[in-house]
């Protein structure tokens, strides 16, 4: 598996803190952001598109400054940043992908959202998934470290970005639902194992494949249609499964992945 310092280089955080302390997934904002800049937009002009040019129609200075803080934390918009840069790609390329591709990212990148994944996917469709089960939830992983009221509003971010991406339903009740999940989707997915150290069959079994919501049989649909769109090499033959990603990453990037 790859190292962890290898997956920070990569743009993976770790620790505890993170951007759902303070706000949503936040795809509105980016939606916008992203229809005022090009893909290979540097971190310094997306801050000027926030900051100075206030694109998101935010009331203040400081609104703008904090609004852009919580972006660069949650999806670094950095072209430096191989899961950034893989990631706005592949935005640019399928409206229909967003959701889930900002949800992926938004788990590489905030460990508290990453606190509700297992329980999130665990529910089965129609289920109720209620603010006070995240709140203990939490609670559980990171005990007294949170206050009620704290506890309280990072359990709504939280539904909020699982519902921004399309899997939970409902506004003042919350239920498991079925996300979109198109072949831009896999690749990302794919692309993430591929970072943490996976090959071949076991890329299909990632926790990431387990964030798709789809069978096995499925997943082989999209992977071929992700490859014949030419964003992947996919191999299937005989069962054994092969997986390349040209042009992803760098030379020296493709070498943090075996320090």
């Excluded at 005022?36 to 694109?55: C, I, K, M, S």
């Excluded at 609670?139 to 009620?148: L, N, V």
């Excluded at 339903?169 to 639902?177: C, E, F, L």
Aim: glycine share 8%; proline share 5%; net charge neutral.
């Amino acid at each position: 598996m790859t190292s962890k310092e290898s997956l920070t280089k990569l743009g993976y955080r770790c620790g505890l803190s993170g951007t759902h302390a303070a706000r949503t997934m936040m795809l509105d904002e980016l939606t916008v952001l992203f229809e005022h800049t090009a893909p290979d937009t540097t971190r310094d002009g997306y801050r000027a598109e926030v900051v100075d040019f206030n694109v998101l129609g935010k009331p203040t200075q400081k609104s703008r400054v904090l609004t852009f803080g919580h972006l660069t934390e949650l999806y670094g918009l950095d072209p430096a940043i191989p899961v950034f840069r893989v990631f706005r790609k592949l935005w640019a390329a399928d409206e229909q992908a967003h959701p889930v591709l900002a949800l992926c990212l938004a788990l590489v990148r905030d460990p508290v959202l990453r606190l509700s994944e297992s329980f999130v996917l665990g529910k089965a469709l129609g289920e109720s998934v209620r603010r006070e089960e995240v709140e203990a939830l939490i609670q559980a992983a990171e005990p007294d470290r949170f206050s009620p009221a704290t506890l309280k509003s990072i359990a709504q971010n939280i539904n909020g970005s699982w519902t921004q991406a399309g899997y939970l339903a409902g506004r003042a009740r919350k239920v498991r639902a079925m996300p979109n999940v198109t072949p831009s989707n896999i690749t990302y997915a794919l692309f993430l194992g591929h970072l943490e150290g996976l090959t071949g069959q076991r890329l299909f079994s990632s926790r990431w494949m387990t964030l798709l919501c789809s069978s096995p049989s499925e997943l082989e649909v999209l992977a071929n249609s992700a490859s014949h769109r030419g964003q992947i090499v996919f191999l299937n033959a005989g069962g054994v499964k092969e997986v390349r990603f040209p042009g992803f990453l760098t030379a020296e990037e493709e070498q943090w992945l075996h320090e």
